[in-house]
């Protein structure tokens, strides 16, 4: 089964960097796709990034584009996301999700994730 625990949250000041990692420390078998999702205060969880198994495919939020960086290493089973130039924006809470299969772009949609780690707080303040 897959468990997911996030972890490198933190304080960072704008323009800074943070990297967070999401480790699944479950007996899992077989391809497991990763994503990304934040909820802010007073907002809607909303997509992040997505990663395929294979880590071809990589889908990214608007918001983000350019500034956050999806990776994963499948021999750690682990999943990364490089968050660079980080806005006020940016604060909110970040966890990771899993799904045994892939659904392309409707990956970028929370009802495709069958697994979800607790959370790690990401807070940009000067």
């Known amino acids: 089964q897959v468990q997911l625990v996030e972890s490198g949250g933190g304080l960072v000041q704008p323009g800074g960097s943070l990297r967070l990692s999401c480790a699944d420390s479950?007996?899992?078998?077989?391809?497991?796709?990763m994503g990304w999702f934040r909820q802010a205060p007073g907002r809607e969880r909303e997509f992040v990034a997505t990663?395929?198994?294979?880590?071809?495919?990589?889908y990214y939020a608007d918001s983000v584009k350019g500034r956050f960086t999806v990776s994963r290493d499948n021999a750690k089973n682990t999943v990364y996301l490089q968050m660079n130039s980080l806005k006020s924006e940016d604060t909110a809470v970040y966890y990771c999700?899993?799904?045994?299969?892939?659904?392309?772009?409707?990956?970028?949609?929370?009802?495709?994730?069958?697994?979800w780690g607790q959370g790690t707080q990401v807070t940009v303040s000067s």
């Open positions: 999700a899993a799904s045994k299969t892939w659904a392309g772009a409707n990956m970028k949609a929370q009802r495709y994730y069958d697994y």
């Open positions: 990663i395929s198994w294979s880590r071809i495919i990589t």
């Open positions: 479950g007996r899992t078998s077989g391809p497991v796709h």
